[in-house]
């Protein structure tokens, strides 16, 4: 058996200069799965290692976002992060110099808040979590509640409460089904990791035995939504993120081909260790600006 993958990916550069990834056959691989190349239309882009690092800009990262405005390309700035509103991230951006429209951010919190509305409209819950996953249960017509709610929704503070984790513990023991907005158990601060979702979710299903159903990144179901949202195909999308396992394992599974930036978690030496690999593997941001080009219908009148 091949030590590699069946499928391996290169680049070709287009006559138009721009790039698409194609899937070349290993030794081992079944020709019937080789698919038609599809020219990039749709760009997806984690925010935290990717467009920014902390409260700075990525050398790059404006050039990118710039390019995809200009170019006519859908995109959206995804993150796990369920602190803050739309609102609040275009305004962290705008501060690191990035321009990007509320309606081009998709956090695990809008993601939440959708799954729970398809799957129960008008519900209830109680919420351990900040204003992003607040307003956005609101934003679906959720009531906000500690008297026999639907659902305990654990979303990322920075004041995480000994009573509010007890209540929701209290509760899930009671019968409320259990959901957190993503599974990282740490997040980064200028002092160094700071415990996140992941962990107090495994605090809490040590005390209640029950397991929550996570919504943000890996599960495929966000980069879904978010393609959806957008009205864009997976056969066309990339994913760019700085994670392995989060990011790229997330991309893989709803389809998509990936592009894995080193200017954040996930180091060079690293990438081995996992059983999946990204399509393409850059330094930074800076590297796709190029990539980036008007989809085929719209690239006359950028000429």
């Not at 995109?75 to 690191?96: G, H, K, Q, W």
């Not at 907005?181 to 740490?186: E, V």
Request: aromatic letters at 6%; glycine letters at 8%.
């Amino acid at each position: 058996m091949s030590p590699h993958p069946p499928l391996r990916h290169r680049e070709l550069a287009l006559a138009a200069g721009s790039r698409v990834w194609v899937a070349r056959p290993g030794p081992d691989s079944d020709t019937s799965a080789m698919t038609e190349n599809r020219p990039v239309t749709t760009w997806l882009t984690d925010m935290d290692g990717v467009l920014v690092r902390e409260e700075d800009a990525i050398p790059g990262a404006a050039e990118f976002l710039r390019r995809l405005t200009e170019s006519g390309c859908k995109f959206l700035v995804l993150t796990n992060n369920s602190i803050y509103t739309p609102r609040d991230l275009r305004a962290r951006l705008a501060e690191s110099g990035l321009d990007v429209p509320e309606k081009n951010i998709w956090t695990s919190a809008l993601a939440t808040a959708k799954f729970l509305s398809d799957q129960r409209p008008g519900g209830s819950a109680y919420v351990v979590g900040e204003a992003g996953m607040t307003t956005a249960l609101h934003e679906v017509g959720y009531v906000l509640t500690r008297s026999r709610p639907d659902y305990v929704v654990l979303g990322e503070t920075r004041t995480y409460s000994f009573e509010a984790i007890t209540a929701a513990i209290q509760l899930i023991v009671k019968g409320a089904r259990f959901i957190a907005t993503n599974p990282d158990s740490t997040g980064p601060s200028p002092a160094g990791p700071l415990p996140a979702t992941g962990s107090v979710a495994a605090l809490i299903t040590r005390a209640t035995g029950v397991a929550p159903y996570f919504v943000g990144k890996p599960n495929p179901l966000m980069m879904r939504n978010a393609l959806n949202r957008i009205e864009a195909h997976s056969e066309t999308t990339v994913m760019v993120g700085d994670r392995m396992d989060t990011d790229v394992v997330s991309g893989i599974e709803a389809g998509l081909r990936t592009v894995l930036v080193l200017t954040g978690s996930t180091r060079q030496e690293h990438i081995e260790r996992f059983p999946y690999r990204p399509t393409r593997v850059v330094e930074s941001i800076a590297d796709l600006v190029d990539d980036v080009v008007p989809p085929p219908n719209d690239r006359s009148d950028h000429e």
